[in-house]
Antibody
């Protein structure tokens, strides 16, 4: 059974940092692209970042570029998102998601339960 | 690439045919997916590659395209289909944008 377990969210002050984690099981992590998607309270979905299976290729939305870094540890079956210089508009539920097994362009077939990040003083 | 969904919300009766449209600002080839999100839950993939049904998804859901317009159809609305639906384009390298969502309610 495929499982993705998001963690690491919490309350942080503006300008602060936080690291999210996503522990996975039930599939071959090292060959699977992974992504982070966020959802601000009452708003729609926003793609944030994607990383290839071997970690050699990473992509970030313009809204987080230079502040957030996606990474992975294939030996630990864990995806990360290092977030720095956090702003109020980064407040959201952050979901990790697995790129579809059938192909890089086929969407996200499994999702974590989400972890809430609140940026506030 | 911008995705514009319409309508932003709709109300329909059980058994009705429901159609949601997603218009892309540029060609996205066949790299278009649809998700269902129920309140307080993570999104769930329904359809990928425009019209391929994800495993386990009921056959009353279907996707189609006409140029840069994409359509999600629920052939017979069920009470458990109450949710917000999002399209996503995955054309080329990221960013892979989402539409703004369509909320479906029961009349």
């Amino acid at each position: 059974e495929v499982q993705l377990l998001d963690s690491g969210g919490g309350l942080v002050q503006p300008g602060g940092s936080l690291r999210l984690s996503c522990a996975v099981s039930g599939f071959t992590f090292s060959t699977s692209g992974m992504s982070w998607v966020r959802q601000a309270p009452g708003k729609g979905l926003e793609w944030v970042s994607t990383i290839s299976g071997n970690g050699g290729h990473t992509y970030h939305a313009d809204s987080v570029k230079g502040r957030f870094t996606i990474s992975r540890d294939n030996s630990r079956n864990t995806l990360y998102m290092q977030m720095t210089s956090l702003r109020a508009d980064d407040t959201a539920v952050y979901y990790c998601a697995k790129v579809h097994a059938s192909g890089w362009y086929d969407g996200f077939d499994f999702w974590g339960q989400g972890t809430l990040v609140t940026v506030s003083s | 690439i911008q995705l514009t969904q319409s309508p932003s919300s709709l109300s329909a009766s059980v058994g009705d045919r429901v159609t949601i449209t997603c218009r892309a600002s540029q060609v996205v080839s066949s790299y278009l997916a649809w998700y269902q999100q129920k309140p307080g839950r993570a999104p769930k993939l329904l359809i990928y590659a425009v019209s391929t049904l994800q495993s386990g998804v009921p056959s009353r859901f279907a996707g189609s395209e006409s140029g840069t317009d994409f359509t999600l159809t629920i052939s017979s609305l069920q009470p458990e289909d109450i949710a917000t639906y999002y399209c996503q384009q995955l054309n080329g390298y990221p960013p892979w944008t989402f539409g703004q969502g369509t909320k479906v309610e029961i009349k």
